[in-house]
Protein backbone atom coordinates (compact mmCIF):
# COMPACT_ATOMS: atom_id res chain seq x y z
CA UNK A 1 0.00 0.00 0.00
CA UNK A 2 1.06 3.80 -0.80
CA UNK A 3 2.31 4.97 2.45
CA UNK A 4 1.13 8.24 2.15
CA UNK A 5 -2.42 6.49 1.78
CA UNK A 6 -1.83 4.34 4.34
CA UNK A 7 -0.64 7.61 6.52
CA UNK A 8 -3.89 9.50 5.09
CA UNK A 9 -6.54 6.42 5.32
CA UNK A 10 -5.66 5.67 9.10
CA UNK A 11 -5.92 9.68 9.31
CA UNK A 12 -9.72 9.57 8.23
CA UNK A 13 -10.18 6.07 10.01
CA UNK A 14 -9.01 7.97 13.44
CA UNK A 15 -10.88 10.88 12.70
CA UNK A 16 -14.22 8.73 11.58
CA UNK A 17 -13.81 6.66 14.80
CA UNK A 18 -14.36 10.23 17.41
CA UNK A 19 -18.01 10.44 16.58
CA UNK A 20 -20.41 7.41 17.55
CA UNK A 21 -23.13 6.81 19.51
CA UNK A 22 -23.09 4.50 22.20
CA UNK A 23 -26.63 2.73 22.75
CA UNK A 24 -27.38 1.15 26.33
CA UNK A 25 -30.50 -0.79 27.64
CA UNK A 26 -32.36 -0.19 30.62
CA UNK A 27 -33.38 -3.53 32.46
CA UNK A 28 -36.50 -5.44 31.36
CA UNK A 29 -39.50 -4.39 31.62
CA UNK A 30 -38.14 -0.66 32.31
CA UNK A 31 -39.94 1.72 30.28
CA UNK A 32 -38.78 5.17 30.84
CA UNK A 33 -35.92 6.63 31.10
CA UNK A 34 -33.51 6.09 34.48
CA UNK A 35 -30.84 9.21 33.53
CA UNK A 36 -31.18 11.99 36.25
CA UNK A 37 -32.29 14.95 34.91
CA UNK A 38 -33.58 13.96 31.51
CA UNK A 39 -36.69 15.41 30.96
CA UNK A 40 -39.24 12.75 29.53
CA UNK A 41 -42.55 13.64 26.98
CA UNK A 42 -45.53 10.91 27.13
CA UNK A 43 -47.45 12.25 25.26
CA UNK A 44 -50.27 12.02 27.57
CA UNK A 45 -51.29 15.68 26.62
CA UNK A 46 -52.89 14.86 23.17
CA UNK A 47 -55.69 13.12 22.22
CA UNK A 48 -55.54 10.13 20.05
CA UNK A 49 -55.79 10.85 15.75
CA UNK A 50 -53.39 13.45 14.01
CA UNK A 51 -51.72 16.30 15.46
CA UNK A 52 -48.91 18.69 13.61
CA UNK A 53 -46.59 20.99 14.97
CA UNK A 54 -46.71 19.16 18.63
CA UNK A 55 -44.14 21.67 20.83
CA UNK A 56 -42.52 20.21 24.01
CA UNK A 57 -40.36 22.20 26.32
CA UNK A 58 -37.49 19.50 27.03
CA UNK A 59 -35.69 20.97 30.28
CA UNK A 60 -35.14 24.12 28.18
CA UNK A 61 -34.78 22.82 24.97
CA UNK A 62 -37.88 22.92 22.68
CA UNK A 63 -38.74 20.02 20.41
CA UNK A 64 -40.80 20.17 17.78
CA UNK A 65 -42.47 17.30 16.21
CA UNK A 66 -43.59 17.72 12.48
CA UNK A 67 -46.42 15.42 12.77
CA UNK A 68 -47.72 12.45 15.23
CA UNK A 69 -50.44 10.02 15.16
CA UNK A 70 -51.31 9.29 18.43
CA UNK A 71 -52.88 5.82 19.89
CA UNK A 72 -54.06 4.01 22.49
CA UNK A 73 -52.24 1.59 24.30
CA UNK A 74 -52.40 -1.75 22.93
CA UNK A 75 -50.15 -4.97 22.35
CA UNK A 76 -47.36 -3.37 20.09
CA UNK A 77 -46.71 -0.35 22.27
CA UNK A 78 -48.00 2.17 25.40
CA UNK A 79 -45.32 2.47 28.04
CA UNK A 80 -47.15 1.37 30.98
CA UNK A 81 -50.51 1.30 28.75
CA UNK A 82 -50.38 5.00 27.93
CA UNK A 83 -50.87 6.77 24.57
CA UNK A 84 -48.26 6.58 22.16
CA UNK A 85 -46.92 7.50 18.75
CA UNK A 86 -46.46 5.50 15.59
CA UNK A 87 -45.29 5.44 12.51
CA UNK A 88 -47.29 3.39 10.42
CA UNK A 89 -48.57 3.32 6.90
CA UNK A 90 -51.79 1.75 7.81
CA UNK A 91 -52.62 3.99 10.89
CA UNK A 92 -53.12 7.42 10.08
CA UNK A 93 -51.02 8.13 7.00
CA UNK A 94 -48.35 8.93 9.24
CA UNK A 95 -45.16 6.64 8.13
CA UNK A 96 -42.71 8.82 9.20
CA UNK A 97 -42.08 11.77 11.67
CA UNK A 98 -39.55 14.02 13.04
CA UNK A 99 -38.67 15.30 16.36
CA UNK A 100 -36.94 18.88 15.69
CA UNK A 101 -34.97 20.94 18.42
CA UNK A 102 -33.56 24.34 19.14
CA UNK A 103 -30.05 22.95 20.44
CA UNK A 104 -27.80 20.12 19.98
CA UNK A 105 -27.80 17.43 22.68
CA UNK A 106 -25.54 14.29 22.73
CA UNK A 107 -28.09 12.48 24.91
CA UNK A 108 -32.23 10.94 23.73
CA UNK A 109 -33.84 7.97 24.93
CA UNK A 110 -36.94 6.05 23.93
CA UNK A 111 -39.17 3.35 24.81
CA UNK A 112 -38.71 1.26 21.48
CA UNK A 113 -41.94 -1.54 21.64
CA UNK A 114 -42.36 -3.97 19.30
CA UNK A 115 -39.34 -3.67 17.34
CA UNK A 116 -39.42 -5.34 14.13
CA UNK A 117 -36.69 -5.24 11.08
CA UNK A 118 -39.00 -2.14 9.57
CA UNK A 119 -38.21 0.63 12.15
CA UNK A 120 -35.53 3.03 11.44
CA UNK A 121 -34.05 5.75 13.52
CA UNK A 122 -31.74 8.57 12.15
CA UNK A 123 -30.15 11.45 14.06
CA UNK A 124 -28.81 14.32 12.14
CA UNK A 125 -27.07 17.66 13.38
CA UNK A 126 -28.64 20.07 10.53
CA UNK A 127 -28.30 18.30 7.23
CA UNK A 128 -25.53 15.68 8.34
CA UNK A 129 -26.69 12.45 9.10
CA UNK A 130 -24.66 11.08 12.05
CA UNK A 131 -26.08 7.66 13.13
CA UNK A 132 -29.02 5.37 11.93
CA UNK A 133 -30.41 2.21 13.85
CA UNK A 134 -32.95 -0.66 12.86
CA UNK A 135 -34.13 -3.33 15.56
CA UNK A 136 -30.89 -5.60 14.32
CA UNK A 137 -28.29 -2.95 15.57
CA UNK A 138 -30.00 -1.70 18.69
CA UNK A 139 -32.01 -4.37 20.14
CA UNK A 140 -30.47 -8.20 18.48
CA UNK A 141 -28.56 -8.99 20.88
CA UNK A 142 -31.13 -8.59 23.89
CA UNK A 143 -32.28 -11.96 25.83
CA UNK A 144 -35.78 -13.53 25.89
CA UNK A 145 -36.74 -11.49 28.58
CA UNK A 146 -36.93 -8.13 26.60
CA UNK A 147 -39.20 -10.30 24.76
CA UNK A 148 -43.18 -9.64 25.00
CA UNK A 149 -45.06 -6.53 26.23
CA UNK A 150 -44.04 -6.05 29.59
CA UNK A 151 -47.99 -4.58 30.23
CA UNK A 152 -50.36 -7.07 28.42
CA UNK A 153 -47.81 -10.06 27.81
CA UNK A 154 -49.00 -10.52 24.41
CA UNK A 155 -46.39 -10.77 21.33
CA UNK A 156 -43.44 -12.55 22.74
CA UNK A 157 -42.11 -12.86 19.10
CA UNK A 158 -41.13 -9.03 19.11
CA UNK A 159 -38.27 -7.10 21.79
CA UNK A 160 -39.72 -4.51 23.98
CA UNK A 161 -36.67 -1.73 25.44
CA UNK A 162 -36.39 1.28 26.90
CA UNK A 163 -32.95 2.23 24.73
CA UNK A 164 -30.64 5.84 25.61
CA UNK A 165 -28.58 6.87 22.91
CA UNK A 166 -25.36 9.04 23.95
CA UNK A 167 -23.10 10.81 22.25
CA UNK A 168 -19.39 10.44 22.93
CA UNK A 169 -16.51 12.05 21.98
CA UNK A 170 -18.68 15.75 21.06
CA UNK A 171 -20.86 13.31 18.90
CA UNK A 172 -24.26 15.39 19.08
CA UNK A 173 -27.60 16.47 17.15
CA UNK A 174 -30.28 18.03 16.71
CA UNK A 175 -32.88 16.01 14.97
CA UNK A 176 -34.28 12.58 15.30
CA UNK A 177 -36.33 11.15 12.65
CA UNK A 178 -38.64 7.91 13.31
CA UNK A 179 -40.18 6.05 10.29
CA UNK A 180 -41.08 2.76 9.19
CA UNK A 181 -39.19 1.81 5.86
CA UNK A 182 -42.61 -0.89 4.58
CA UNK A 183 -45.96 -0.85 4.66
CA UNK A 184 -46.57 -3.64 6.92
CA UNK A 185 -45.46 -3.11 10.95
CA UNK A 186 -45.60 0.08 12.26
CA UNK A 187 -42.82 2.27 13.97
CA UNK A 188 -43.91 2.36 17.99
CA UNK A 189 -42.00 4.04 20.89
CA UNK A 190 -42.98 6.22 23.90
CA UNK A 191 -41.45 8.28 26.83
CA UNK A 192 -39.09 10.21 24.72
CA UNK A 193 -36.54 11.45 27.00
CA UNK A 194 -33.87 14.61 26.13
CA UNK A 195 -30.77 15.55 28.25
CA UNK A 196 -28.39 18.52 27.21
CA UNK A 197 -25.42 16.77 28.56
CA UNK A 198 -25.12 12.78 29.47
CA UNK A 199 -22.28 10.24 29.96
CA UNK A 200 -23.35 6.69 29.55
CA UNK A 201 -24.61 4.97 32.68
CA UNK A 202 -24.18 1.37 33.85
CA UNK A 203 -26.62 -0.28 31.23
CA UNK A 204 -26.56 -3.19 28.89
CA UNK A 205 -24.33 -2.21 26.15
CA UNK A 206 -26.20 -3.03 23.22
CA UNK A 207 -24.44 -0.83 19.88
CA UNK A 208 -21.98 1.32 19.09
CA UNK A 209 -22.37 2.59 15.98
CA UNK A 210 -19.88 4.66 14.13
CA UNK A 211 -21.73 7.79 11.99
CA UNK A 212 -22.03 7.82 8.86
CA UNK A 213 -19.30 9.75 7.34
CA UNK A 214 -16.85 6.73 8.21
CA UNK A 215 -17.66 5.77 4.46
CA UNK A 216 -17.77 9.74 3.59
CA UNK A 217 -14.10 9.62 4.73
CA UNK A 218 -13.09 6.56 3.11
CA UNK A 219 -13.79 8.26 -0.42
CA UNK A 220 -12.04 11.20 0.47
CA UNK A 221 -8.89 8.92 1.31
CA UNK A 222 -9.29 7.01 -2.24
CA UNK A 223 -9.88 10.86 -3.77
CA UNK A 224 -6.26 11.55 -1.88
CA UNK A 225 -4.61 8.39 -3.09
CA UNK A 226 -5.59 9.54 -6.87
CA UNK A 227 -4.26 12.66 -6.50
CA UNK A 228 -1.08 11.55 -4.73
CA UNK A 229 -1.03 8.67 -8.00
CA UNK A 230 -1.01 11.60 -10.40
CA UNK A 231 1.62 13.45 -8.91
CA UNK A 232 3.81 10.71 -8.71
CA UNK A 233 3.20 10.25 -12.34
CA UNK A 234 3.98 14.04 -13.19
CA UNK A 235 7.42 13.62 -10.70
CA UNK A 236 8.46 10.61 -13.28
Known amino acids: MNKLFQFTLSVCLSTASWGALIVQAEKPGVQTTTVENASTYSFENLGTGSHANVTYDFGGITGTYDQLYITNANAYGGANSSVYPTADYNVGGVNSYSLTLSDSVNYFG ?127
Open 110 to 236: MWWSAGDGSNLLEFYLGNTKVAQYQTSTTMGALPDSYYGNPNTGDNKGEPYAYLNFYGTNGTVFDKIVFSTTTAGPGFESDNHALLKVATPGDGMDVSDVPEPSTYALLGSAAVVLGILRKRQAKAL
